[in-house]
């Protein structure tokens, strides 16, 4: 078996979000995770939550073994295998038989917003419009800036080595996040303050 990749910050966030992601959801849906990453997270929800199917998915094809690892060292069947999903694709997965788009009941993102072009939060919000159930919940999780509200020494600091890595990358402005969901028919519902100066922000259809 594939060694699984190892973040220790998605080790070490993966437990305060989960205990916010609980309060959210019901006992069973479907989940579509944008941007995997190593597959740390999928595994400990999915295990967390065993009458949800996971379905996690990532733009690096790369990633996919450490997914899989992840959730085979944990015996998970809730978890399907890790899907191709650029969220700048125009598609992001393929119609069902009856030419409906796969609804999920939660779409959750973490820590890819600021590492990634701006384009691809445009992006995130349309295909969530798109592919979130009635009633459902897109999460996304990560480092923002926000009006009014004093930037941390450490996310500034983090910004600057993301911009300075990247120029296309950086801590994103929630307002401008907001308006970005908004464009794609979508509302910010709830924000949660987490750890070290991150927000789970949880958006819902705006009608
Ligand atoms: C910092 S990692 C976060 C991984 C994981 N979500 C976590 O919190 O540990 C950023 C991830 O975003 C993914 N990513 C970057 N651009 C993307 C895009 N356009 N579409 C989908 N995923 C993307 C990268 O491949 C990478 O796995």
Redesign the pocket.
């Known amino acids: 078996m594939t060694e699984p990749a190892f ?1 220790p ?2 080790e070490r ?1 993966k437990h305060p979000i989960f205990d916010m992601l609980r309060q959210l959801l019901p006992m069973q849906g479907r989940a579509l ?6 597959g ?2 999928a595994a400990w929800f999915a295990a967390q939550m065993p009458q949800w199917t996971w379905l996690p ?4 094809v790369d ?1 996919f073994p450490s997914i899989t690892a992840h959730a085979t060292a944990a015996h998970l069947r809730n978890v399907q295998p890790p899907r191709l ?4 694709s125009d598609r992001w997965l393929p119609d069902d038989a009856s030419g409906q788009a796969p609804l999920f009941d939660l779409i959750y ?4 917003l600021h ?3 701006w384009a ?1 939060c445009a ?1 995130l919000m349309r295909g969530a419009a798109r592919h979130l159930a009635p009633g459902g919940q897109l999460a996304t ?2 480092p923002y800036l926000e009006d009014g509200v004093p930037t941390s020494e450490g996310n500034l600091a983090f910004d600057q080595s993301l911009r300075a890595q990247d120029p296309a990358w950086g801590i994103r402005r929630r307002e401008d996040v907001e308006r970005e969901a908004q464009h794609a028919g979508l509302r910010l519902a709830a924000r949660h303050a987490m750890p070290a100066n991150n927000l789970l922000l949880v958006w819902t259809r705006a009608s």
């Not at 998915?57 to 690096?60: G, N, W």
């Open positions: 973040s910050a998605a966030n995770e944008i941007a995997s990453g190593t740390q997270h998915s990532d733009a690096q990633l999903l650029d969220v700048l993102c973490a820590n890819m590492i990634a072009p691809c992006a999780y990560g």
